[in-house]
T-cell receptor, first 111, second 117 residues
Framework: GQNIDQPTEMTATEGAIVQINCTYQ??????LFWYQQHAGEAPTFLSY????GLEEKGRFSSFLSRSKGYSYLLLKELQMKDSASYLC????????????FGTGTRLLVSP | NAGVMQNPRHLVRRRGQEARLRCSPM?????VYWYRQLPEEGLKFMVY????????ESGMPKERFSAEFPKEGPSILRIQQVVRGDSAAYFC???????????????FGNGTRLTVT
């Protein structure tokens, strides 16, 4: 099967760095996505890793290790507006965008 | 460029009624997906459609649920004879192509929150 595990909640302080981990069973996934979702809003795309290594995009970076079934999202210089849920999702190797999502990590950024 | 548009944002139905959820994909996108988000659970794939074709409906409950994406007009997710367990947020997403890439990920709408009383 394809399971995605990530912590339920995390807290951090404005200006700090936070790392949100995601582990998954390795069978059948072709790439790993991270989405941000504010309460009551649409999930918005943050990153997509298909190869091992670190992808950096501004304050956000994402890492993937396919052999370990492990990814993380790194958020630097945290701002209050980063308080949201962060969704880790594996892309199934179906030829289209059938994603398996984790339950999401609720991040609370405090002053 | 308008994003994925879903309506209504909130829908309340009594048990046994029908719910119709509408989704207009982003301009230029011909691939539509429906996902469901139950409270405290992750988004779950329901169905993938292209114009006039259902490509994969493996995530759809076998009964009462149907989806379409006609040649003209929005995609519709239809739930007949709703039950309390259908209460959830239903998200539509679209993409310009089939394979996920950094430049063509899924774009989600704001969802329709269905409450069955």
């Amino acid at each position: 099967g394809q399971n995605i595990d990530q912590p339920t909640e995390m807290t951090a302080t404005e200006g700090a760095i936070v790392q949100i981990n995601c582990t998954y069973q390795t069978s059948g996934f072709n790439g790993l996505f991270w989405y941000q979702q504010h309460a009551g809003e649409a999930p918005t795309f943050l990153s997509y890793n298909v190869l091992d290594g670190l992808e950096e995009k501004g304050r956000f970076s994402s890492f993937l290790s396919r052999s370990k079934g492990y990814s993380y999202l790194l958020l630097k210089e945290l701002q209050m507006k980063d308080s949201a849920s962060y969704l880790c999702a594996g892309g199934l190797n179906t030829g289209f965008q059938k994603l398996v999502f984790g339950t999401g990590t609720r991040l609370l950024v405090s002053p | 460029n308008a994003g994925v548009m879903q309506n209504p944002r909130h829908l309340v139905r009594r048990r046994g009624q029908e719910a119709r959820l509408r989704c207009s994909p982003m301009k230029g996108h011909s691939h539509v997906y429906w996902y469901r988000q139950l409270p405290e659970e992750g988004l779950k794939f329901m169905v993938y459609l292209q114009k006039e074709n259902i490509i994969d409906e493996s995530g759809m409950p076998k009964e009462r649920f149907s989806a379409e994406f006609p040649k003209e007009g929005p995609s519709i997710l239809r739930i007949q004879q709703v039950v309390r367990g259908d209460s959830a947020a239903y998200f539509c997403a679209s993409s310009p192509g089939t394979s996920p890439t950094r430049n063509s990920p899924l774009h989600f709408g704001n969802g329709t929150r269905l409450t069955v009383t």
